[in-house]
């Protein structure tokens, strides 16, 4: 953080914008021309302790400290009760739905009586919880406009739009951002990321040992650094990065994780699984033990052991369910679905992951919408493989109208996958190119891409995507199911079809 030079207090009632002075220099180390000054927005608190929790909390969100940053927000709350800017970035960082939902109410509540930079991120972090994208989005671009010389501000938007909205804006944001300040590290963190993300490494990696020469100390730069040496197939770096994350702070659990990841992708199940096991066990947060178990149940999947992948997943759906996580719940069974060898099955697992997200209505908009349009894709291509036309129709129907209303990229990706599939199981192939292409952030369409490519005499094409979806370094399910299929082909011959996807003695939930 820049250094403070000026801030003036209002008593009693909140901090006016603070002027943060930096170092005279014509260059930053990185040899980027270093803005002068910058105006950061106020919070508005009645308690210099809270306002002093709530600014420590930012720097650990920065820092990738996130459940440090909640425990922070949530003791400035504890200081003063009307601090509405802290229960917004509990709502928007929380991943218990009860809290997020509590916190959203507090501060859409106290939104009044807080100053107009305050209320715009309110109305933003509102807005897109409770599915208004475009009201939301305006507000986000109001909050912006009204603060143009605040980093945090740009890093704060980015990266959410990161989580699911838009890479090329927040590409521009993080611009911003590092024209204010060159050496601005959470900066330099996420446009790595982005760079990874279009697959180019070498700058994704540039602007990682630059990230880590600024933060030497710190476990966050090494544990971006694995991931992204993960993402590039840099596999031994990776655990050499995760490593050393953990070695400056074992508790740093991502990198924990990141171990198992890398691992999983290598190959390497049992070795993954026990990694995963120590995240697990180390985990302190309930959504992510949750996370880490699906993940773990994936490392069964890329092995088709379907039958210990269903025992891991069933387990998680269940305490999930009895503990109020919805989201999760429904993630759990919507899984299960994706890799059943039984279409009727996959179909009744989907139903129940649906139902999933009904049970305590305490979802955001915005969580419950996005893993519903994830199930209806699913059910799309179920229900037509299964010869149920009327059934698949209804899902892209459904989906299409969700997405007609919607700036989520999730849903919005979800209904071009659903219609690509659909094309290309009637063989209207040259049709399902436009959709698939609107979808090449998942594993799965890029593999329906190789063959529509293909189909249509796109030899170039059909073999460049294929050797992208080769270098797919992420260890989702999707990977594991589209990479099944390429090492099919690449043996010249199809995947072995899955056996029955319920364990014996273990009691399916869509039963």
């Not at 279009?198 to 100390?217: I, Q, R, S, V, W």
């Not at 059934?391 to 849903?411: E, F, P």
Request: hydrophobic fraction near 40%.
């Amino acid at each position: 953080m820049l250094r403070r030079i000026l801030a003036v207090l209002v008593v009693g009632i909140c901090f006016l914008p603070v002027v943060l002075q930096a170092h005279v220099q014509p260059k930053s180390k990185h040899g980027r021309k270093v803005a002068a000054v910058t105006v950061q927005m106020p919070v508005t608190t009645y308690s210099a302790k809270a306002r002093d929790l709530y600014q420590r909390a930012v720097q650990d969100y920065e820092l990738l400290y996130l459940e440090r940053a909640q425990i922070g927000w949530r003791a400035a709350t504890k200081e003063d009760s009307q601090f509405a800017s802290a229960f917004a970035m509990i709502a928007m960082n929380s991943r218990d739905p009860e809290e997020i939902r509590s916190a959203r109410e507090h501060a859409k509540e106290l939104a009044p009586k807080v100053s107009a930079g305050e209320r715009l991120m309110i109305q933003w972090i509102a807005n897109v919880q409770e599915g208004n994208d475009l009201a939301g989005i305006a507000a986000m671009n109001d909050m912006i406009a009204m603060f143009p010389r605040d980093k945090h501000v740009y890093y704060l938007a980015a990266n959410w739009l990161m989580g699911g909205q838009g890479n090329e804006q927040a590409h521009h944001l993080l611009h911003k951002a590092l024209d204010i300040d060159p050496d601005y590290a959470a900066a330099l963190n996420n446009m790595a990321y982005l760079h990874a993300r279009t697959h180019e490494f070498g700058e994704a990696l540039e602007d990682m040992d630059n990230y880590a020469a600024l933060l030497p100390h710190e476990p966050n730069p090494q544990d971006s650094y694995g991931e992204v040496s993960r993402m590039a197939g840099l596999f031994d770096a990776a655990i050499e990065h995760y490593r050393a994350a953990l070695k400056i702070d074992p508790n740093f659990n991502t990198s924990q994780v990141g171990l198992g990841d890398t691992y999983a992708l290598m190959g390497a199940g049992e070795q993954a699984r026990l990694e995963y096991d120590k995240a697990i066990q180390n985990e302190p947060n309930p959504a992510n033990r949750f996370d880490d178990r699906m993940q773990k149940a994936i490392s069964w999947v890329r092995e088709k052991n379907y039958t210990e992948a269903d025992r891991e997943l069933w387990r998680v759906a269940t305490e999930a369910h009895s503990q109020s996580y919805e989201l999760q719940e429904a993630q759990a069974l919507r899984r299960m679905a994706q890799y059943a060898s039984d279409d009727k099955l996959a179909l009744e697992r989907l139903a129940s992951a649906e139902e999933a997200l009904t049970h305590r209505h305490n979802l955001s908009p915005s969580d419950r919408d996005g893993e519903l349009a994830s199930i209806l894709r699913v059910r799309a291509g179920r229900a037509a493989h299964v010869g149920a036309q009327e059934n698949a129709q209804a899902a892209l129907n459904q989906l299409g109208a969700m997405a007609a209303g919607s700036r989520n990229r999730v849903i919005l990706e979800c209904w071009h996958g659903a219609v690509g599939e659909m094309l290309v199981a009637q063989g209207k192939f040259q049709e399902a190119i436009s959709e698939l292409e609107e979808d090449q952030d998942n594993p799965e369409t890029l593999a329906l891409l190789v063959k529509a490519y293909a189909e249509v005499g796109a030899a170039d094409k059909s073999q460049g995507t294929e050797t992208r979806l080769r270098a797919t370094n992420v260890p989702s399910l999707e990977q594991a199911l589209s990479g099944n299929i390429v090492r099919g082909k690449a043996a010249g011959m199809q995947p072995p079809p899955a056996p029955p996807a319920t364990a014996a003695g273990v009691a399916d939930p869509a039963k």
